[in-house]
């Protein structure tokens, strides 16, 4: 019986009171949701999936100075996260025109942007995580004005170095999401990734064929949602010793 403290439930996640004091537990779940909750589902497997992916990207954005509330992977479906004061603004990093930027802007699909464009939403699910400019971010104080430099400077390096990672086993990285942290130390306050970052928030194309190996498959109901995610974490060299031999070699990508 799990008797642990439960903190928050969202539509993929819960969080549970840590073991110390400043911690929290990260639960994997299985369900995905879309379109604000009117398409829903299990996807068998993306729970510990998402938690070997997000668990390998956050430790290596460790490596290169990002910071994150990433602290260990504890099991299959949960790792140890340092308890944040979460940021409600998520913000969207844009190589390639895919999803609401391309209705928005009738721009075509997998056209290149001039530069990697950021955008903010507001995270809110009764109103759809809406669009929102720094003006209303900063004015209705969600964040303040360093504090969006922050966030922004870190996806920007988030991008750069994710990019180049998922190009490195022919994935294209084309948008994806983040979330951001308050993390106090002592009387000091650092912004961190929060969150996860997993096919779930990321659109991941590979290189050659342009298949969508992410959340769109679940999205646009094209089927194999669970064989893309593994496909990504077998790429990443992440692929959980339960699934199938077969999957679990890593793959050189020419
Ligand atoms: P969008 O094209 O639907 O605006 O999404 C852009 C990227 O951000 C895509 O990779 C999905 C991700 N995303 C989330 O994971 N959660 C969200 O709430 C939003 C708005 C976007």
């Known amino acids: 019986m799990n008797r642990r403290r439960r903190v928050y ?6 969080l549970y009171e840590g073991p110390e004091p400043g911690t929290l537990v990260q639960h994997f779940k299985d369900d995905a949701t879309a379109y604000n909750n009117r398409k829903q589902d299990t996807i068998e497997g993306k729970g510990v999936l998402n938690n070997r992916i997000s668990e ?6 460790g490596e290169v100075g990002v910071p ?3 602290v260990r992977r504890l099991n299959m479906r949960e790792q140890l996260v340092r308890e944040v004061e979460i940021i409600p603004v998520e913000v969207v990093v844009r190589n390639v ?16 942007l001039p530069r990697p464009i950021v955008e903010y939403c507001l995270k809110n699910d009764d109103l759809g995580d809406p669009i929102v400019t720094e003006e209303h971010i900063t004015a209705f104080g969600w964040a303040g004005p360093h504090d969006l430099d922050d966030m922004v400077a870190l996806a920007l390096r988030v991008n ?27 009387d ?4 961190v990734v929060a969150d ?6 990321c659109r991941l194309w590979d290189i050659k064929t342009n298949e969508r190996l992410d959340k769109d498959r679940f999205r646009r109901d094209l089927g194999s949602v669970e064989e893309a995610y593994q496909e990504v974490a077998r790429r990443l060299g992440v692929l959980p010793e339960t699934l199938p031999a077969e999957h679990q070699r890593p793959k050189l990508v020419q």
């Open 68 to 70: 994150t509330h990433f």
């Open 188 to 191: 000091e306050m650092r912004i």
């Open 9 to 14: 439930e969202g539509k993929a996640k819960i």
């Open 160 to 186: 750069d170095f994710l990019s180049g990672l998922f190009l490195g086993v022919g994935l294209k990285l084309v948008d994806f999401k983040l979330e951001f942290g308050r993390l106090w130390e002592d």
């Open 196 to 201: 996860e970052i997993s096919p779930d928030s």
């Open 56 to 61: 390998y990207l956050m430790m290596r954005l």
């Open 97 to 112: 025109a895919a999803g609401t930027i391309s209705k928005r802007l009738g721009l075509e699909e997998d056209s290149l």
